[in-house]
């Protein structure tokens, strides 16, 4: 089954796109991934998304546009992909509601039935409620791939991904969770000060100097000492917050920006660290900034950090193949939540289905999902997990 999975994080700068086919056989499943691409969300667009988002208030008829102007996005995403039997839609998450290290609700927009409706094809979507409604944080829900991904790998090995949101798996462990900010604070920094849309290469940090005092300062956020299960997003570092501990200072912006990358590296490798992990699969964004890389390789107690690419994930392409895979088992009946990464009660079959055209015809449900993944990449090389 060719499973196209669409996702937009929390940089909210475009749809990430995996086209993958899924072949199962026995406890195997197979991979082969098709296609990769970005679409960019149009400048209007994407001002008009990070202008609703918290801490900026927005009314109930912006978020109506916004659900049909994000589904429209999503649908010309698609469109572009090509043919496919299945596609998984994350959306734009817009609020995460987090109360007392609870989730209690969460919500992503992009109406699917504009994908349905300009593709014919079924869509999968709103994979987070579930999880949250069972008890879960509803993130990261890339977990469930990460542990599949790790199977195979010696010693104590975990799965980074570098977003606007830094997540952490661990494969002994069997937990994950978000460790704070990878890029959402520097690049709200940059948005602010430049109107670009993040670092690029990490130039700017690259010329600054590390404040230790305001990176004390940022360091005492109580989130970092919280116990996993948690999850965290916007709602928590956004601009007001950067602001708000950084104006005292009155950093450059290339200082502020290599104050915020030290802020990042020390977060997840203080994770690293407590976990002695000894290999760390890396992906995302902020695997492009050598800055925050190197920053990370100096505090990660030895880690070997690995790019997802060397196992047949492109660095900037996991979680759109993640909803791919998703998509594929919510259409065969199977669960893709990991209770003790999410901390829900249970295993869920995740999101909703928005038929395309004429009757909607899913595959036989399988007795039970996968415990090895092998992927592959239309170059031929492989990525083999367990």
Same mark, same amino acid.
């Given at each position: 089954?060719?499973?196209? !999975?669409?996702?937009? @994080? /929390?940089?909210?700068?475009? $749809?990430?796109?995996?086209?993958?086919?899924?072949?199962?056989?026995?406890?195997?499943?197979?991979?082969?991934?098709?296609?990769?691409?970005?679409?960019?969300? *149009?400048?209007?667009?994407?001002?008009?998304?990070?202008?609703?988002?918290?801490?900026?208030?927005?009314?109930?008829?912006?978020?109506?546009?916004?659900? /049909?102007?994000?589904?429209?996005?999503?649908?010309?995403?698609?469109?572009?992909?090509?043919?496919?039997?299945?596609?998984?839609?994350?959306?734009?998450?817009?609020?995460?509601?987090?109360?007392?290290?609870?989730?209690?609700?969460? &919500?992503?927009?992009?109406?699917?039935?504009?994908?349905?409706?300009? /593709?014919? %094809?079924? %869509? =999968?979507?709103?994979?987070?409620?579930?999880?949250? +409604?069972? @008890? #879960?944080?509803?993130?990261?829900? =890339?977990?469930?791939?990460? &542990?599949?991904?790790?199977?195979?790998?010696? @010693?104590?090995?975990?799965?980074?991904?570098?977003?606007? $949101?830094?997540? &952490?798996? =661990?494969?002994?462990?069997?937990?994950?969770?978000?460790?704070?900010?990878?890029?959402?604070?520097?690049?709200?920094?940059?948005?602010?000060?430049?109107?670009?849309?993040?670092?690029?290469?990490?130039?700017?940090?690259?010329?600054?100097? %590390?404040?230790?005092?305001?990176?004390?300062?940022?360091?005492?956020?109580?989130?970092?000492?919280?116990?996993?299960?948690?999850?965290?997003?916007? *709602?928590?570092?956004?601009?007001?917050?950067?602001?708000?501990?950084?104006?005292?200072? !009155?950093?450059?912006?290339?200082?502020?920006?290599? /104050?915020?990358?030290?802020?990042?590296?020390?977060?997840?490798?203080?994770? $690293?660290?407590?976990?002695?992990? *000894?290999?760390?699969?890396?992906?995302?964004? #902020?695997?492009?900034?050598?800055?925050?890389?190197?920053?990370?390789?100096?505090?990660? !107690?030895?880690?070997?950090? %690995?790019?997802?690419?060397?196992? @047949? =994930?492109?660095?900037?392409?996991? *979680?759109? $193949?993640?909803?791919?895979?998703?998509?594929?088992?919510?259409?065969?009946?199977?669960?893709?939540?990991?209770?003790?990464?999410?901390? +829900?009660?249970?295993?869920?079959?995740?999101?909703?289905?928005?038929? #395309?055209?004429?009757?909607?015809?899913?595959?036989?449900?399988?007795?039970? !999902?996968?415990?090895?993944?092998?992927?592959?990449?239309?170059?031929?090389?492989?990525?083999?997990?367990?």
């Amino acid at each position: 089954m060719r499973v196209l !999975g669409l996702m937009s @994080g /929390t940089s909210h700068d475009g $749809i990430d796109s995996a086209i993958v086919d899924w072949s199962p056989d026995g406890d195997v499943l197979t991979g082969a991934v098709e296609h990769t691409g970005a679409w960019p969300y *149009e400048e209007r667009l994407r001002e008009r998304v990070a202008g609703a988002l918290p801490p900026n208030p927005a009314d109930l008829a912006e978020v109506c546009r916004l659900d /049909t102007l994000i589904g429209q996005a999503f649908a010309d995403a698609a469109e572009a992909c090509g043919p496919v039997d299945l596609i998984c839609s994350h959306g734009q998450t817009m609020f995460h509601w987090v109360e007392g290290g609870r989730a209690r609700g969460t &919500l992503q927009l992009g109406q699917p039935a504009w994908i349905a409706e300009r /593709t014919g %094809v079924p %869509v =999968v979507s709103d994979l987070r409620a579930r999880d949250v +409604a069972a @008890g #879960g944080q509803g993130a990261p829900l =890339v977990s469930y791939l990460d &542990l599949l991904l790790l199977a195979g790998l010696p @010693g104590p090995s975990g799965a980074l991904n570098l977003g606007g $949101i830094a997540n &952490l798996t =661990v494969r002994d462990a069997g937990t994950a969770y978000d460790t704070g900010p990878a890029s959402a604070l520097m690049d709200a920094a940059v948005s602010a000060a430049t109107g670009a849309p993040y670092d690029e290469d990490g130039r700017l940090a690259a010329s600054g100097e %590390v404040h230790r005092g305001l990176l004390e300062d940022l360091l005492a956020e109580p989130y970092y000492r919280a116990p996993p299960p948690k999850s965290t997003g916007k *709602e928590l570092f956004h601009l007001g917050y950067l602001v708000r501990a950084a104006s005292p200072y !009155g950093l450059s912006l290339p200082d502020l920006l290599a /104050t915020l990358a030290a802020l990042t590296a020390e977060t997840v490798a203080a994770e $690293i660290r407590r976990h002695r992990l *000894e290999t760390v699969v890396v992906s995302g964004g #902020g695997v492009r900034n050598p800055v925050l890389m190197a920053m990370l390789a100096a505090r990660a !107690g030895g880690a070997r950090l %690995v790019p997802s690419d060397e196992l @047949g =994930v492109p660095a900037d392409a996991k *979680e759109a $193949i993640a909803f791919s895979l998703f998509g594929w088992l919510t259409a065969h009946g199977l669960p893709a939540t990991v209770p003790g990464c999410t901390g +829900a009660s249970g295993p869920r079959l995740l999101g909703t289905i928005t038929p #395309g055209d004429g009757p909607l015809r899913l595959p036989e449900p399988l007795g039970q !999902g996968p415990h090895r993944l092998c992927l592959t990449t239309d170059s031929g090389l492989p990525g083999v997990a367990g």
